[in-house]
């Protein structure tokens, strides 16, 4: 069977809501050549191999923080005093 979709932000959105039996199959995707970069014109390509790896873990390191729960309030530990005269600084700036 064949349904239209977009691809937005990493994930494909179907035009009509649609049911799976399972969570997880295969699937082909059709997608347009002018859509698609060439590896000439990725940048990462050219990085030597070990600058690409590094770039790599990095991104699995900012994915991790990004997907992480925020801490309970209770596990906030209290601003400091220099912090909180910062905050009372900035605050002054925006009333002028």
Known sequence: ?????F???GKLQFDQPVRFRRASFRVVVEVPEE???NEESNPLNNLPTEVHQR????RKRLDQVRTQPP????????????VLERIDAFEQREER
């Open 7 to 9: 691809y937005r932000d």
């Open 55 to 58: 770039a790599v873990e990095m």
């Open 1 to 5: 069977m064949q349904f239209e979709a």
């Open 35 to 37: 859509e698609i970069l």
């Open 71 to 82: 801490p309970r309030d209770e596990e906030i530990p209290p601003l400091s005093e220099k």
